[in-house]
């Protein structure tokens, strides 16, 4: 302490017998063990508040195994602190502390138990204050001086001790109940939490200063009660002596603190593989911060640990990688370094639209403050990536990455959706071919999985295939998709830069054995009798007039028919349908359409038909042409006459 009032026979008695200016500030007191790194030392963030202040840490009993855990074999003539036991006297409650009841012959385990409830301080931080100032709790031949100011209290530097302030249970609970005092006043003493403080590395001004954060309260009330700072060459000693201007005590307490009862911090330990880089990165007050999990140690020897900041893993090459945010969250809650996405590969980006992303070994995480995070991985991952990520046409993944169809895969992005299949390999869709494509069930749905490119057939046009289906989208026309025998007929036409153009309606089932679909430029039609045919240009137009598919003449049986002299037929269900510029449409029917036919049609002498085919009332047919007539009757059979 740097406020305690001197006396000269007890800081003689101090200096003749160990030869050291102020206990535990100057001098480094042995352990049986070394295990604490004095480099993970926190110079603004030596101790948590939550640890330092938490008086049920240990029982009484825990406290009294522990000491004589410690204590080795008392030399002769010696009483070591496991056999240490004097009256104390009670003492009231004031602000700082609640009443203690004194008691006869009690041991040190039963006084450092009842001080610490009473002052509300962690049991272990006066153990480790009572080790890191004199030594009491190793030390096999300790000297009664020893006891009389086992805490430091009243025992300024380059000054004696006060005896006012004499006496083990005495200097536990003045000692205790000052960090309580700082606590409670903690502007009024010279180091203060949540500034940047000047700090003494030795009580020798020439050492210099150096200034210090101090995060918390309990770190502010060590430099109050021990006002140095532990220099580079104290720290590199471990345990042992630095140089001329090394302080010890709060290194000290420290290092006693870690190797005793573990981290001084609240929560995980950093894990020994992750210390060396989580020193030399600042410790609890530097790039990571203080640990908030526990660490994982993976079955590839990796390991990985959750800090405020970042999330550190250490790869099995020895390599320190760090995801931090919602990506690495994601990437922690889906197994971390041992997971299936592997160790970070990549930066940690952030995008000028807000967005987030990181690369790890098998997979690519990505967050948007509307999507979440959300991972692409496998050949959608490569392909995703080709199109540029998230700053290229497809932007940021919209959907989990998933299994469709047993061994299929498919993922959602902003620009559109992917899919993989081992029996067609990669493909997208997007735009309203893509949105279609989704309302009829994705790949699960009546089209199966893309099997071709989205295609920009011209300006205004797209299409894409599917296994079942190819859908296409005009403007104007909306989106509607071609199937079946009917389907494949119409790419053999020439698709929508052939006769028909662009599908216009939806593919319809007529009945068990027939369909239809009208497309800009005509109809086509399937049946299972006469396979798929269609109905296209001016033909088209007039068949329409006649009542299309609806009317009695049904619909096509044959591919339609263009004439060298510009006219146009094809079959239906009812006969032929022929029609020219200067003819109009009409239909031929029955053994006259057969005769008609059998001439040769509009290329023969007769031409085109100009009139309807006529039902007479003596049961006989005829039909005008543009060169001719034929007439039918039961009596005469076919006829054709000339004009």
Not at 529 to 541: A, T, V
Request: with cysteine.
């Amino acid at each position: 302490m740097s406020t305690r009032v001197s006396r000269i026979s007890m800081r003689t008695i101090v200096l003749l017998v160990v030869g050291i200016v102020t206990a535990a500030v100057l001098t480094a007191m042995p352990i049986e063990t070394q295990k604490a790194e004095a480099a993970t030392f926190d110079a603004g963030h030596i101790i948590d508040d939550e640890v330092f202040y938490d008086s049920t840490t240990m029982t009484e009993s825990q406290i009294r195994s522990f000491i004589n855990s410690k204590v080795p074999t008392c030399s002769s003539g010696y009483t070591c602190l496991d056999e240490y036991r004097e009256n104390t006297t009670g003492r009231s409650a004031d602000s700082y502390c609640k009443s203690i009841a004194g008691g006869k012959n009690e041991d040190a385990a039963r006084i450092i138990y009842k001080v610490s409830r009473a002052c509300d301080i962690n049991p272990q931080v006066i153990l480790v204050t009572l080790q890191k100032e004199q030594g009491l709790l190793t030390h096999h031949w300790p000297s009664e001086w020893r006891y009389t100011i086992a805490m430091g209290f009243g025992c300024p530097d380059g000054a004696d001790c006060n005896s006012k302030y004499f006496g083990f249970q005495n200097q536990l609970y003045l000692g205790a109940r000052q960090f309580q005092i700082y606590r409670a006043w903690p502007n009024s003493f010279n180091y203060v939490a949540g500034k940047t403080n000047t700090i003494k590395w030795h009580p020798n001004s020439s050492c210099g200063t150096s200034s210090v954060y101090i995060e918390n309260q309990a770190t502010a009330g060590l430099y109050n009660y021990t006002p140095y700072r532990p220099n580079q060459a104290a720290l590199n000693a471990g345990y042992g002596t630095g140089n001329s201007c090394s302080s010890y005590g709060n290194r000290n307490f420290f290092l006693y603190f870690n190797d005793w009862f573990g981290s001084t911090y609240a929560g995980p330990s950093v894990h020994p593989k992750l210390q060396t880089y989580y020193t030399q990165n600042g410790g609890a007050s530097g790039l990571l911060g203080k640990p908030t999990s526990e660490a994982k140690t993976y079955a590839d020897g990796g390991v990985g640990q959750k800090f405020e900041k970042f999330v550190l893993y250490r790869s099995p090459r020895g390599e320190y990688l760090r995801t931090t945010g919602t990506v690495g969250d994601e990437h922690w809650r889906l197994g971390g370094g041992g997971g299936n996405l592997g160790y970070p590969d990549g930066n940690y980006t952030k995008y000028d639209d807000g967005g987030r992303s990181q690369r790890f070994q098998n997979a690519t995480i990505y967050w948007t403050s509307s999507t979440g995070a959300l991972y692409t991985t496998g050949y959608l991952r490569v392909k995703h990536d080709e199109s540029g990520g998230a700053e290229g046409n497809f932007g940021y993944p919209i959907s989990k990455y998933e299994a469709v169809l047993g061994t299929a895969r498919m993922q959602e992005f902003q620009g559109g959706t992917f899919y993989w299949s081992p029996e067609y390999g990669y493909f997208y869709t997007t735009g309203t071919i893509g949105e279609r494509y989704e309302e009829l069930g994705g790949a699960e749905g009546i089209l199966g999985l893309p099997t071709g490119e989205y295609t920009h057939l011209d300006a205004d046009g797209r299409s894409q295939s599917f296994e079942n289906a190819v859908l296409y989208w005009s403007l104007g026309n909306g989106t509607h998709h071609t199937t079946g025998a009917l389907g494949d007929a119409y790419q053999k036409w020439g698709g929508a830069s052939g006769d028909l153009g662009y599908p216009v309606g939806a593919y319809t089932k007529l009945n068990a054995n027939s369909r239809s679909q009208s497309f800009e430029n005509g109809v086509a039609f399937w049946s299972s009798g006469s396979g798929s045919n269609y109905i296209s240009g001016r033909l088209y137009e007039e068949y329409n007039k006649l009542g299309g598919v609806s009317s009695a003449y049904g619909y096509p049986t044959s591919t339609q028919v263009e004439y060298s002299s510009s006219g146009l037929g094809i079959e239906l269900q009812a006969g032929w349908l022929y029609w020219s510029d200067s003819t109009g449409a009409h239909l031929t029917t029955g053994t006259i359409s057969s005769a008609y036919s059998s001439i040769g049609g509009p290329g023969s002498k007769l031409g085109y038909p100009v009139g309807k085919y006529v039902k007479h009332n003596d049961g006989s047919r005829s039909q005008k042409f543009q060169n001719g007539t034929i007439t039918w009757s039961k009596s005469s059979g076919t006829r054709v006459s000339y004009n």
